[in-house]
């Protein structure tokens, strides 16, 4: 079977050099790659034997930051590897100089593997959440080199927990150690006769609790807000948009910050509200902002501060393409609507569960809410404290994690 898996990785590299020929990222993706063996020769001549951390894209990236913070905080003398499968997660990683190397990571390849890890010769390896590379962990595992899941979250979906899959999943019983989100998670693994399992949380807690303790005000908000209500929509789509069009029907009193998921459709996005006075962040001048109703947020980075200002948070994704990160909003303690399709993200569940979080999908059935909070301050409140608690109870994974790996990063 591992013949098989192979070679359907060697088809998939071959796929993606051939859309490279059309698509962007896709060209960013083996651009990166090339000469990456000779890069790597020269980066690590010296033999540093750093902590691996691998991270498939941006959003791994945001759970691997707490654990690089704690490592390099705890061992300054160590260095830190991290490597990235997509373009997005390797501009940021460079951007952030938070690691000390940054590279993608070779297509999982036996000769790959074995070249990359005789160069590199990692003290141990780290994967974030989902990165499941059969050849990487059977020469890990060979090599008596630990590596370890963080962040992990595991569905009776997957190949793993079916009679086909057991091949690989006896090859998942070698790793050192998972860090699981959820009992679920566990009882899962253990199905498979993985017992190396601890449940401690996803460290993106941590990293919004991180972000949210260090908060700049933003002096624009505070021009635009007029001291009115706001909602803040982030990482939105059309659907999103068209729901919180026709919201603002209801609630003439608020105003709006909605930051597309794509700032490319910024143009599109000003559109949907143009029964509504809008003005772009990119365009945007003081004596429009306090007279609009509508702020089209089309730079990136500041999204994750903005919530800050919200008074009820929008988090876009959940009717078509997926949920994005509602953590972020949900450190700032204000209550959280999203579309219907959120069955795949536990912290999603798990707000709902609460009623700290709502999934509507309708303008009308997000107003019912809004409507009772309006009329019952006591019930906002208390919704307002179901997100902060629910944060609080969560932080603290990277120490867990930590704790338990400090032996074989030292």
């Known amino acids: 079977m591992r013949i098989l898996y192979t070679i359907g990785i060697w088809f998939y590299g071959l796929g993606i050099r051939i859309a490279a020929l059309f698509n962007g990222k896709a060209k960013l993706w083996v651009q990166g790659r090339k000469g990456i063996f000779s890069e790597l020769e020269k980066t690590f001549a010296a033999k540093p034997s750093p902590v691996w951390m691998h ?115 006896k090859q998942l019983q070698t790793a050192t150690h998972f860090f699981v989100q959820t009992e679920k998670s566990k009882e899962l693994l253990e199905s498979i006769g993985i017992e190396q399992v601890t449940v401690c949380g996803d460290t993106r807690f941590d990293r919004v609790s991180a972000i949210a303790a260090k908060v700049q005000p933003f002096p624009f908000m505070e021009t635009f807000r007029q001291n009115r209500k706001i909602i803040v929509a982030g990482s939105t789509w059309g659907p999103d948009e068209q729901l919180l069009a026709q919201l603002l029907q209801d609630f003439p009193g608020y105003k709006l910050v909605v930051a597309p998921h794509e700032i490319t459709r910024k143009e599109e ?87 700290g979080a709502f999934s509507v999908n309708s303008a009308e059935k997000m107003k019912e809410t809004m409507t009772k909070f309006e009329q019952s301050p006591e019930y906002y409140t208390q919704t307002c404290d179901i997100c902060q608690q629910y944060v609080a109870e969560n932080a603290g994974a990277a120490d867990k994690i930590y704790n338990q790996i400090e032996k074989s990063i030292r």
Not at 289 to 297: G, H, K, T
Not at 336 to 355: C, I, M, Q, S, T
Request: hydrophobic letters at 35%.
């Open 55 to 169: 991270c498939a894209s941006l959003g791994e990236y945001e759970q691997a930051k707490p654990l690089i913070e704690k490592i390099k905080s705890e061992n300054p003398d160590i260095q830190i590897l991290t490597t990235f499968f997509s373009p997005s997660g390797y501009t940021q990683g460079i951007k952030d100089k938070l690691s000390d190397f940054v590279f993608y990571l070779p297509l999982d390849l036996p000769r790959n593997v074995r070249r990359f890890l005789n160069i590199v010769q990692p003290r141990t390896a780290i994967f974030v959440k989902y990165e499941f590379w059969y050849n990487y962990m059977y020469q890990l595992h060979k090599n008596s080199t630990p590596f370890y899941y963080i962040s992990a979250i595991f569905r009776e979906k997957q190949h793993f927990f079916k009679p086909y899959g057991r091949w690989f999943a």
């Open 269 to 355: 996005v000003k559109n949907t509200f143009s029964a509504y006075k809008t003005t772009l962040y990119s365009s945007m001048k003081e004596e429009q902002l306090a007279d609009s109703q509508v702020l089209v947020i089309d730079t990136i980075g500041i999204l994750s501060r903005l919530y800050q200002y919200s008074h009820v948070s929008y988090i876009g994704g959940a009717f078509k393409t997926g949920l994005h990160n509602i953590l972020e909003a949900a450190v700032y303690g204000k209550p959280l609507f999203f579309g219907p399709h959120y069955d795949h993200f536990n912290e999603a569940v798990k707000l709902v569960e609460r009623k």
